[in-house]
């Protein structure tokens, strides 16, 4: 039943980033990170086979759980939600990237799990710039300055930023975040061009995925528009 649906639902969302990618006028390449978290682990055995070689999970117990179902190997594996940092040692085995590195603390923490582990956990800093308050992440000129202190830890590498929009389908708004997120990943590049490793922008998910790849996203974390509304 999961490789019909992908068959389905896969090639118009290819499409739809192709398009995006046109608009947008810039060449690069957006990678689709399949989010299962919600569907069982044959959900995501099914996007291997459909080709989706990124999978996404909020949750490390799930995460976890499917890692062990679907083999640790077969795809990259990405951490998408809110880390605790007693989960962080465990956790870092499980993912290739973790995208909500969302405090100093867990920065730390993670780096020093990296140490520990002999090599460099990865991971992209989230970002709010929505201003709200429920979001979490570094506020505008704050991840320039936690870059600027978390960018040289031995143990984490920041390859980029990460953004949650806001719950709406004001297109104004969702662009105006998205855009601001592209504008803070140049400052903190262009301030720091040591900090980051790479220049990745996590953002866009199935209610604003195009949007988010015209402002540059390089990463959408796609979940319903593949697999379908989630009970949980
Ligand atoms: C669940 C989740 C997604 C995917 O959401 P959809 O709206 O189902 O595409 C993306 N990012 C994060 C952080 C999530 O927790």
Redesign the pocket.
């Known amino acids: 039943m999961w490789d019909s649906r992908l068959e389905e639902t896969l090639p118009p969302v290819r499409e739809r980033i192709a398009r995006a990618l046109g608009r947008s006028g810039g060449g690069g390449d957006v990678r689709i990170v399949a989010?299962t978290?919600g569907h069982p682990s044959e959900a995501a055995a099914a996007a291997v086979r459909a080709g989706l070689d990124t999978l996404?999970e909020?949750r490390v117990q799930e995460l976890a759980r499917k890692v062990d179902a679907v083999g640790r190997d077969v795809a990259r594996w990405h951490l998408?939600?809110h880390l605790q940092r007693n989960k962080a040692r465990q956790a870092i085995e499980l993912f290739d990237l973790i995208?909500?590195v969302d405090s100093e603390r867990l920065a730390r923490t993670l780096a020093a799990e990296g140490v520990r582990a002999g090599r460099s956990v990865r991971g992209l800093l989230q970002v709010n710039v929505s201003g709200e308050e429920s979001k979490g992440g570094f506020e505008g000129a704050a991840a320039v300055d936690a870059l600027g202190a978390l960018g040289a830890l031995d143990g984490l590498e920041l390859h980029g930023l990460m953004t949650?929009a806001p719950w709406t389908d004001d297109e104004a708004v969702l662009r105006r975040t998205f855009a601001a997120a592209r504008r803070l990943l140049e400052e903190c590049r262009r301030q720091l061009p040591e900090a980051l490793r790479g220049t990745e922008l996590s953002m866009g998910?199935?209610?604003d995925f195009d949007i988010a790849v015209e402002e540059g996203a390089t990463m959408v974390?796609?979940?319903?528009?593949l697999f379908g509304e989630?009970d949980t």
Do not use: A, E, F, Y
């Open positions: 989010v978290k996404g909020n998408i939600g995208h909500s949650m998910m199935s209610n974390r796609l979940g319903t528009v989630r």
